[in-house]
């Protein structure tokens, strides 16, 4: 299960940066995402996601979630909370 899940939300991370990077392409070729606010919190939990995907580290994982967390997997049953999802 675990490997599932880590194989799931890291191909949807991964397809999320892609539209994420394909849309800040189509504008103007200078406009640069603002280092710090929003944009900033975001790449630093999408490289701590990435960083945990690659170590395998499920309870690490799970951490970037809340505690009301559910995950929405295709036709897989949606674990609740932080401790389902790292399992």
Same mark, same amino acid.
């Given at each position: 299960m675990k490997s599932l899940l880590v194989s799931i939300?890291?191909?949807g991370l991964g397809a999320g940066m892609l539209a994420a990077q394909t849309a800040g392409k189509a504008g103007?070729?200078?406009a640069k995402a603002p280092a710090g606010g929003m944009a900033g919190a975001f790449g630093k939990v999408a490289r701590d996601f990435e960083a945990a995907v690659g170590r395998g580290d499920a309870a !690490?994982? %799970?951490?970037?979630?809340t505690e009301d967390a559910v995950l929405m997997p295709p036709n897989a049953p949606a674990p609740k !909370?932080? %401790?389902a999802i790292e399992e």
């Open positions: 939300l890291g191909l103007s070729s200078s !690490g994982l %799970a951490a970037l979630y !909370g932080r %401790a």
